[in-house]
């Protein structure tokens, strides 16, 4: 196999799961109070699938390098096939919140399948394939894809919902299998061998182990790791809180049709942002430069969001919009850097349990940030829990200053690390 023929791979798979995936996204906080809860219970269940995801990111991430990485994702894309399902169930019998909160849950555990076992699969294929490019560009062509899957996903899903709000998710089960088929045939095991002849609870414990090692243990990428809840954890809320608020800022509450619009016009942004990672290497010395500079935008934005309440109505909604594209953007942008900075890091045998623990950390944030901001948005308002988030997000901003204060090689947009004992690309 080429590296070529590993980027098409790593790039179809991405195209299929996020379209998948996107039919829901605009729509899934509309769904969830369409089904009977509040804002305050539709985010309960919202962090009822991050922690999930805090509770199995780690066992999955084992499963992925010690049984393979085209195991863990066909295994997620099953789980979420049969809990998207589920989830229909429970809509269509408006079901108590107790049952949204185990569903959602499950459906954690499948996205904790792919996290971490995609992205190593990528790097050790393309390392042993020999590709010798920056790696941040293989990510922002991945982000590009995301976008354009994204892209196509939540406009498709905004207008089937105005059939019923059950159809994107039927559509989405139909996509699950198309994904399980494509990476049954198309993603092998390449530059990382399964664990085998030995017994797996030893090389879980010497996984685990060594994943602590190369996770908190490494200054760096344990920065990124206690960052973590300030953006992954808010940046979830931020996602689906947009569905109800745009509505209200448009003021018709069932035009559900906006909102695939509005997360159409997001996955514009992130497509343009990974296509701007080449830009962006050349005007940053350092990778950090460019998620601190992320930061701060993005920070600003969320508050000025917040602010949107202040407009009349439907001049509020237009610009809240601007300024979530802002941050999709900037979140485009800065995310292959950090990818490219912490994969350089992670040695092979360790590299999707330790991209597993990074997530864990995001989605422990999620799991707290998601029930207190539906909880102000209820008693207050959204535009106060929006602006809320953007000062919860900056408070990442100390920690990326550290990892960049360590100068590690890996921080440098122009210079490869490969001659670092544990790194297997830049």
Partial sequence: MTPERVKRTYLTLLLLQTLAASLIWGVNTLFLLDAGLSITEAFVANAAFT???????????????????RASFILGATTLLITTAAYLGLWAWEAGIVWWIVVSALIGLGFTFFSGATEAWLVDALDATGFDGPIETV??????????ATLIGTIAGGFLAQI??????????????????????????????????????????????????????????????????????????VFYAFQPYLLELFGDPEAFYLSGIAAAVFAVAQMVGGASVGWARKRFKTRTGVIMAQVVFSSVALVGVG??????????????????????????????????????????????????FSSLMGSAGGVVAQPVLGRVADVYSLGLAYAISGCLYVLQLPFIWAARRMDSPADLVQTTVDNEPEADLA
């Fill in 307 to 356: 602010a949107a309440t202040l407009f009349e109505i439907p001049i509020g909604f237009w610009f809240a919009t601007a300024l979530l594209t802002v941050t999709a953007l900037g979140w485009a942008l800065s995310g292959p850097m950090q990818q490219a900075y912490v994969n350089a890091l992670i040695p092979s045998q360790q590299r999707a349990t330790v991209l597993s």
């Fill in 164 to 237: 019923s709000l059950g159809v994107p998710y039927v559509m989405r089960s139909v996509l699950l299998v198309a994904v399980i088929i494509a990476a049954f045939v198309a993603m092998h095991d390449i530059g990382y061998t399964p664990v085998t002849g030995s017994s797996v609870r030893d090389e879980v414990q010497k996984i685990v182990k060594a994943s602590v090692k190369h996770g908190l243990g490494n200054p760096p990428v344990r920065m990124f790791m206690l960052a973590a809840p300030f953006s992954a954890g808010v940046g979830i809320w």
């Fill in 51 to 69: 922690a999930g995801m805090v509770l199995f990111e780690v066992p999955t991430g084992v499963v992925a390098d010690t049984i393979g990485r």
């Fill in 139 to 148: 990510f922002g062509r991945g982000q590009t894809v995301t976008g354009a």
